[in-house]
């Protein structure tokens, strides 16, 4: 069924070059917006959205050191490509296919915000969405492998979560130092 529904998704590739270079943005690129949205988060110099900041990525750090590290290797699903005729559209190595360390990544910053911050964690989660779709649509995941990521990602996300009272001096010491970093320059200062 996997292989069924990537073939459903993947066989709509190379066939209209705007979908085509759209999927590529949202397969390659996304991600960088929704790292992006963290740093927003961060400069805000709002408590509450620099902790969010901080939480979502640290279960984005924790879901990726799991998936590269351990599920990664251990289960050592080769790529779509490297085992049947598929319409590839970016490049890629042909190592282990299941988690998709973006999908992980994208998934983890969402779930993480949309438990604290409803707002942002509901537009990055359709960005995590639409990078796990266009891995599928350009030929580098199977859905399971998407399935996979969005799974591992909500679960240490929530995980983070729930321990984040035990973990709230790491981010409120950070929020300090930063806070202090920037009150002592000049421009800003002034401000």
């Not at 750090?61 to 005729?85: C, D, K, M, Y």
């Not at 981010?171 to 009150?183: D, E, M, Q």
Request: net charge positive; charged share 10%; glycine share 4%.
């Amino acid at each position: 069924m996997n292989y069924q529904l990537f073939q459903i998704i993947n066989h709509f590739a190379g066939k209209w070059d705007l979908v085509d270079d759209l999927m590529e943005f949202f397969a390659q690129d996304i991600i960088w917006l929704m790292i992006a949205m963290i740093g927003v988060l961060w400069f805000t110099r709002k408590e509450q959205q620099q902790q969010s900041a901080f939480y979502a990525l640290l279960s984005a750090v924790v879901a990726l050191g799991i998936a590269t590290v351990w599920i990664s290797p251990e289960v050592n699903q080769p790529r779509p490509f490297v085992l049947h005729v598929v319409h590839q559209l970016i490049p890629h190595n042909a190592d282990a296919s299941f988690p998709s360390d973006h999908s992980t990544l994208a998934f983890s910053l969402a779930f993480s915000l949309l438990f604290t911050n409803r707002k942002w964690g509901t537009v990055a989660l359709v960005l995590a969405c639409l990078t796990g779709f266009a891995r599928v649509y350009v030929g580098v995941h199977y859905p399971g492998d998407i399935a996979g990521s969005a799974a591992l990602a909500a679960l240490i996300s929530f995980l983070v979560y729930t321990m984040r009272a035990r973990l709230n001096p790491v981010p409120n010491l950070l929020i300090r130092i930063y806070n202090k970093i920037i009150s002592s320059l000049p421009i800003i200062s002034r401000k």
